[in-house]
């Protein structure tokens, strides 16, 4: 089997040079010259290899083709690279690797759109953690400091241990600043922070890792501070994180999306406005967040029809009042129930006047919706 840039699949052939950008072409030739032992459309045949075989290491990766005259022929090895060739392949055209992903989504993105136009539609974000092999991620860490806080105050009942010892861990591996603590799924480890946008397809479109370049790049971004809760930390980071992807990601690529979808850590009025306003989405659906609602408010329940019921008496069906656009808050709309006093006429007889008493009702999942 001879090597041709073009790859047979299952599914056909894959060109990898339609989606190799030039200016990777000439950084990679300007850099090795003439006298190259391997092409770039080798090289990055090898890492599409390794990730459709799942194998975890270049060592690994290595070995194989140094068993398999097939899959170097696929690649288009005469020799097996060394695992140094592998590593500063990836360090040093780091930034050409993070262009040709931006181009692969330009290029997939109508084939999204073909296979299914509803949920190629949707825009989906949320904030991740890649998590890397350091000390911090060893469980026994963080074992180790809460047994210590427990000898510590074995005599104090009061003292809450495991909020103490997520106060004594540090914000940051100590092997890489920018890998963060972070809570996810109920447990403590330490990432790297990114956000992440895919559509209902689940094919990824765009990861932002939220390093000191990033934040360089976003001065507008306030500086997070470690609070007493975990669920409140992520939930401020999330928040601060959208706008900004959002703009590198519509910055990169001319697409249009009409749903906007999140979960309830994206809930808060500024949200709403701009994913409207300034990123054109149609509508934007986001659970409400507990924290955001307040608890001493009395809640309304809904009939069949999903209409709001009085807070206060739930026999009383509400009526839609229109819309209500206050100075610098988001669109709402307003419902409203009627109610009959009797009050008493000079002392010579009663009659009953209606009194119409309003209350603004938030459904629990906000939908906005252009009009």
């Known amino acids: ?43 990055l045949s090898a890492f599409i290899l390794q990730k459709i075989l799942g194998i975890p290491t270049l060592v690994l990766l290595v070995n194989i083709f140094a068993l398999s005259s097939d899959l170097r022929d696929f690649c288009g090895f005469k020799s097996v690279p060394d695992i140094s060739q592998f590593s500063r392949f990836k360090t040093k055209f780091e930034d050409h690797l993070e262009d040709l992903f931006y181009h692969l989504v330009d290029v997939t993105e109508p084939l999204c759109r073909k296979i299914d136009p509803l949920k190629s539609d949707l825009f989906i974000y949320d904030t991740t953690g890649f998590e890397p092999y350091v000390t911090e991620n060893n469980p026994k860490y963080i074992n180790n400091i809460i047994r210590r806080l427990k000898n510590i105050y074995r005599n104090n009942k009061a003292v809450n241990v495991y909020a103490f010892a997520y106060q004594s861990m540090p914000s940051s591996a100590q092997f890489n600043q920018e890998i963060k ?49 975990p669920d409140e930390d992520k939930s401020i980071g999330d928040s601060t994180s959208l706008k900004p992807v959002l703009e590198d990601y519509f910055n990169l690529h001319n697409h249009h999306y009409s749903t906007f979808i999140a979960d309830s850590a994206f809930d808060n009025y500024q949200t709403y406005s701009f994913l409207i306003k300034d990123f054109g989405f149609d509508k934007a659906v986001i659970p409400l967040n507990s924290r955001n609602t307040n608890s001493d408010l ?51 007889a009663t009659v009953k006047v209606p009194v119409l008493t309003q209350v603004t009702v938030e459904l629990s999942i906000h939908i906005l919706t252009r009009i």
């Open 298 to 348: 009395p809640q309304p329940e809904y009939n069949k029809n999903g209409w709001p019921l009085c807070p206060k008496d739930s026999s009383l069906p509400m009526k839609p009042n229109g819309w209500c656009r206050g100075k610098k808050r988001s669109l709402r709309f307003k419902f409203v129930y009627l109610k009959s006093i009797t009050r008493v006429v000079k002392e010579t």
């Open 181 to 229: 603590q972070l809570y996810i799924n109920g447990h403590f480890c330490y990432v790297y922070k990114a956000g992440i946008v895919t559509n209902r397809l689940g094919v990824i479109h765009h990861i932002s890792f939220f390093d000191d370049e990033f934040k360089d790049n976003h001065l507008e971004i306030p500086v997070e501070k470690k609070s007493d809760s």
């Open 1 to 43: 089997m001879s090597f041709n840039s073009k790859k047979q699949l299952s599914f056909g052939y894959l060109d990898l040079s339609e989606f190799i950008p030039a200016s990777f072409y000439t950084a990679y030739y300007k850099y090795f010259g003439r006298k190259r032992e391997y092409g770039l459309e080798s090289m």
